[in-house]
């Protein structure tokens, strides 16, 4: 579902990815990526709160989306 959550992000299928990274961490609570991902929709959307709580989870669950979002900010 991540996968697909990110195809569709890329397409700006905003809605749809949302709920496809929704369904990935029902499936799984500890995967980063799909917190990450779900936070840059919601950004992209306009939705700054919820996108900053996806990304500050996805750093607390791998540091490596951490050095992602630094790099973004450059």
Same mark, same amino acid.
């Given at each position: 579902?991540?996968? !697909?959550? /990110?195809? !569709?992000?890329?397409? /700006?299928?905003?809605? /749809? #990815?949302?709920?496809?990274?929704?369904?990935a961490? /029902?499936?799984?609570?500890y995967l #980063?990526? #799909?917190y990450y991902y779900r936070g840059k929709t919601f950004e992209a959307m306009g939705d700054k709160l919820k996108a900053t709580m996806d990304i500050e989870k996805a750093i607390r669950l791998d540091q490596r989306y951490n050095l992602i979002e630094k790099k973004d900010k450059k």
């Open positions: 579902y991540s996968g !697909r959550g /990110q195809c !569709r992000f890329i397409n /700006q299928d905003y809605d /749809q #990815a949302i709920v496809d990274f929704d369904e961490i /029902q499936l799984d609570p #980063a990526e #799909a």
